[in-house]
């Protein structure tokens, strides 16, 4: 079953502490994005990667990382949180030529 | 500066009946457009598209509209069923000889209701 999956699921953590959400695909997708999606704001592309050891930034890039250092994984990296980063995150993937993505089931963090 | 607008926050309509959820968009690149919907504590899921060449597609109860002159599409639902109460997102992109960029613009999104 073609599957992009995302953990953890939820997270609440504090200011200032590393995290990484991790995403995985089993599609053999070149293409990889973090979206982040706030109320009133629909969801913003954080970065994107369209193959290995590529990756650009998106709309809202501040304060992550991302690292594409093989195909199926795209971890999002958060070195330092902060309350503003507190969201609702999508991993997607998408295929090559292709353009709808295919999402993740979404990371909710808090950050306090 | 938001390029890709969902103006309707909401939206309440009787099953059976037509729904129409509109988009406009300001950045003239934009040459690609989808219709994604989203089910609470799910991802969003692909709808529909539409590219500049055309004016419509249609797919089933789906149909969207493109106005380029404008900058605006629409998605039609009809006729509308309870299981579609979901929240709907445009999307913009742009490509150079047919592939994407990867660098999506979403709208902030409609939540549409359907009632029984």
């Known amino acids: 079953e073609a599957q992009v999956t995302q953990n953890p699921r939820y997270l609440i953590t504090v200011t200032g502490k590393k995290l990484t959400v991790t995403c995985s695909q089993n599609m053999n997708h070149e293409y990889m994005s973090w979206y982040r999606q706030d109320p009133g704001l629909g969801l913003r592309q954080i970065y994107y990667?369209?193959?290995?050891?590529?990756?650009d930034k998106g709309d809202v890039p501040e304060g992550y990382k991302v690292s594409r250092k093989e195909k199926r994984n795209f971890p999002l990296i958060l070195e330092s949180p902060s309350p503003n980063q507190t969201s609702l995150y999508f991993c997607a993937t998408m295929g090559q030529g292709a353009y709808e993505q295919y999402f993740g089931p979404g990371t909710r963090l808090t950050v306090t | 500066d938001q390029q890709v607008k969902q103006n309707s926050p909401s939206l309440s309509v009787q099953e059976g009946r037509i729904s129409i959820l509109n988009c406009d968009y300001t950045?003239?690149?934009?040459?690609?457009f989808l219709w994604y919907k989203k089910y609470p504590a799910e991802g969003p899921t692909f709808l529909i598209s539409i590219s500049s060449i055309k004016d419509k597609n249609e797919d089933g109860r789906f149909t969207v509209f493109l106005n380029k002159s404008a900058k605006h599409l629409s998605l039609h639902i009809v006729p509308s069923q309870p299981g579609d109460s979901a929240v709907y997102f445009c999307a913009a992109d742009s490509n150079a000889g047919g592939t994407s960029y990867g660098k999506l613009t979403f709208g902030q999104g409609t939540i549409l209701t359907v009632h029984p």
């Open positions: 990667s369209m193959n290995v050891e590529v990756t």
């Open positions: 950045n003239s690149m934009f040459d690609y």
